[in-house]
């Protein structure tokens, strides 16, 4: 291949492959900082493009065991802020970002899976910060011992440009590796390197025939600029030369004591040189392994991939927090949003459910015209469901050019049912979007973000089905706000009842709160509750369906609404504990009750006297609307399983005249 440096065309030989017998397809950057996941990533990249491989970036966060792994939920909101960046740095790269960060107490067990199922060849990680002995929760050596692929140890600050590289060669396993290593990067930076061998080194047969094959491999190459040979051994040496290059590449492995290759070997472990390390100006260095298959006979339980112990429940949710809990600020690059929606060739709708909403529906609909559609098309369509306003709130959304529909005019063959659940179920069938989002109607502090940052994470991950919003609400008393007074029907029914009877919901925050989104193809798979059992009824069955990996929430930080009184708030709660008893009826599959009390005693009071009033609460539950004929038409469905869809917990089998009220 030629190239040229300084005006004059030379030709590169690189090892030939039948010599390197190192054929890298697949490279795993662990990602946890911005600084050095940029070298990480450049590294990788110029390594990859001597093998056309590709660059996989996985974002780590490593939580002390001695804390819970939901406190790092804000360092892997900031290590997504970092991917995000280095996306944007690497664009039309050959790089693939896996999705989800990952929340660990040790995260070398998670590495290890990723580089499994990646089938990595190689993967390129940071030394310990600060001389520590171990990284990743385990010690540097025996990680090292435990990754099944080769690996390059990054360490120190990357240089500011590479044109000098120095490569230590002693008679090991490492030496072919560390000379690929140092060739693809200076093929990738038109760097000279100097080879560095030690009189005193590996004096026995098979290190000499090492050293003899580098020297006909390297002879004769012009990114190889001198060789020298010093007397001794390589470690002084080393200390001595480092600092007039700008990176030093180096093998672990201890060749004269057997070379086992799970220890880092003594040049690595050179004290004085970890020091020089750690000062500002000294260059970078680079430490090679390469993998080595472990004899059959001496396979650890890890190299046998046996299942792990089961997670505790606790511990699961604690990483489900962590991992899954987004904020809407991650989202605020609209733009970018736009993009990935196109990318993906799919189309949003925006649903709003309302009753009687006039105050605030006019605000909304701008704010989301505005924002989402004139100046960044997100959104496809915004579309009013009403359930019957007495107000001018149907005509202010047709008078700004917004599609209203009555949800009891929507499929009439079925019936129709009172409350907010009906009419987001019914929306199902006008709404035309592949990502369907519905916010409540009574926000006074109305914002875009509301919109986007629960569509956020379905158009960055395509694992995540469901999005629920979650915020603070003070509670308005007069013209004064109590900073958190508000929710609580949340914190006095919904999650007591998520902890006690489905702790994998433990960590939504706002089981109950009215902006979330979905996809379509889950949304259309579960049974709604017709009134306030609907956002509990739509949790409890999309973790049954889809597991508590496919849900996340987002913080929509401030949220203020008109709260209900309290006799309402009863009847809430009231709604929504029968549907958590018709639910525990079907998984534990007794019956609770002979028959849920469908209504309450309400209690009046008057001027001198007290008295009861009975109002019947109940929540009827639709089956998935994929069950439906005229949906399925409507939206292309030609096929369609019903033992594939989540039923109302009262019927596993339907026919389709049951549907009908």
Request: aromatic share 6%; glycine share 8%.
């Amino acid at each position: 291949m030629a190239e040229k440096r300084n005006g004059e065309e030379f030709q590169v030989t690189l090892m030939p492959r039948d010599n390197l017998k190192h054929q890298i397809h697949t490279i795993v950057v662990p990602i946890f900082d911005e600084k050095m996941g940029e070298w990480g990533t450049r590294l990788a990249l110029d390594l990859a493009l001597s093998h056309r491989s590709r660059v996989v970036l996985v974002g780590m966060v490593r939580v002390s065991v001695r804390e819970s792994l939901s406190t790092g939920t804000a360092q892997a909101q900031a290590v997504r802020a970092t991917l995000d960046r280095l996306r944007t740095r690497f664009a039309g790269e050959s790089v693939y970002f896996k999705p989800r960060v990952r929340v660990e107490h040790e995260p070398w067990r998670s590495l290890a899976r990723v580089v499994a199922k990646e089938q990595a060849n190689l993967i390129i990680i940071p030394w310990p910060h600060g001389g520590a002995r171990s990284l990743f929760g385990m010690k540097i050596g025996k990680l090292l011992g435990s990754l099944n692929c080769h690996i390059v140890v990054v360490s120190g600050n990357p240089p500011a440009q590479l044109r000098k590289i120095l490569l230590p060669l002693r008679g090991s396993q490492e030496a072919p590796l560390a000379l690929e290593v140092a060739l693809s990067l200076a093929k990738a930076a038109g760097a000279e390197i100097t080879m560095l061998y030690a009189a005193d080194d590996d004096r026995d047969l098979s290190s000499q025939r090492v050293y003899a094959e580098m020297a006909r491999i390297s002879q004769g190459n012009p990114l190889i600029e001198q060789e020298l040979r010093v007397e001794g051994h390589v470690g002084p040496a080393i200390i001595e030369r480092a600092a007039a290059y700008d990176l030093t590449i180096i093998g672990v492995t201890d060749a004269s004591s057997g070379g086992a290759g799970q220890s880092i070997g003594p040049v690595a472990r050179q004290p004085r040189l970890a020091r020089q390390l750690r000062r500002a100006n000294v260059s970078p260095l680079l430490i090679i392994k390469t993998h080595q298959p472990p004899p059959l006979d001496k396979l650890t339980d890890w190299d046998r991939a046996d299942p792990l112990p089961a997670t505790p429940t606790s511990v699961m949710v604690d990483k489900w927090f962590a991992e899954n809990t987004f904020s809407s600020q991650e989202f605020e690059d609209l733009e970018h949003l736009v993009k990935l929606k196109e990318q993906f060739g799919q189309t949003i709708s925006l649903g709003l459910p309302s009753l009687n909403e006039e105050e605030t529906i006019g605000i909304i609909i701008q704010t989301m015209q505005d924002a989402l559609m004139k100046q960044f098309p997100l959104l496809d369509e915004i579309v009013l469901i009403d359930s019957g306003s007495t107000d001018y709130t149907v005509d202010i959304a047709m008078d700004l050019g917004v599609p209203v529909y009555q949800h009891s005019q929507i499929l009439p063959k079925y019936g129709t049912y009172r409350g907010k659940g009906e009419a987001l179920w019914k929306s199902l069938h006008v709404l035309k979007g592949d990502l369907i989002a519905w916010i409540d109607t009574d926000i006074v502090n109305i914002h875009p973000r509301f919109v986007y940052g629960i569509l956020g994470p379905l158009l960055y991950h395509n694992s995540i089905q469901y999005v629920k919003g979650f915020y603070r609400r003070p509670l308005k008393v007069g013209d004064s706000l109590q900073a958190g007074g508000g929710g609580r029907v949340t914190e006095l029914v919904a999650r007591p009842l998520f902890n006690l009877f489905y702790p994998e919901l433990s960590g939504i925050l706002q089981p109950l709160s009215g902006e979330y989104a979905g996809r379509r193809t889950a949304l259309q798979q579960v049974p709604f509750y017709t009134g306030y059992g609907v956002e509990t009824g739509l949790l409890l069955s999309l973790v049954r369906r889809f597991g508590i990996s496919g849900i996340a929430q987002v913080d929509l930080r401030q949220r203020i609404h008109h709260n209900q009184s309290l006799g309402a708030l009863s009847r809430m709660s009231f709604a929504i504990i029968q549907v958590f008893i018709d639910h525990l009826e079907r998984r534990q599959k007794v019956e609770l009750l002979s028959e849920v009390n469908r209504t309450m005693k309400i209690i009046r009071y008057d001027q001198n006297s007290f008295s009861l009033q009975e109002h019947a609460i109940s929540d009827r539950c639709r089956p998935p609307i994929i069950a439906l004929p005229e949906y399925r038409k409507r939206h292309s469905i030609s096929e369609w399983d019903p033992e594939e869809v989540d039923q109302c917990p009262e019927q596993e089998r339907f026919e389709e005249e049951d549907l009908l009220v």
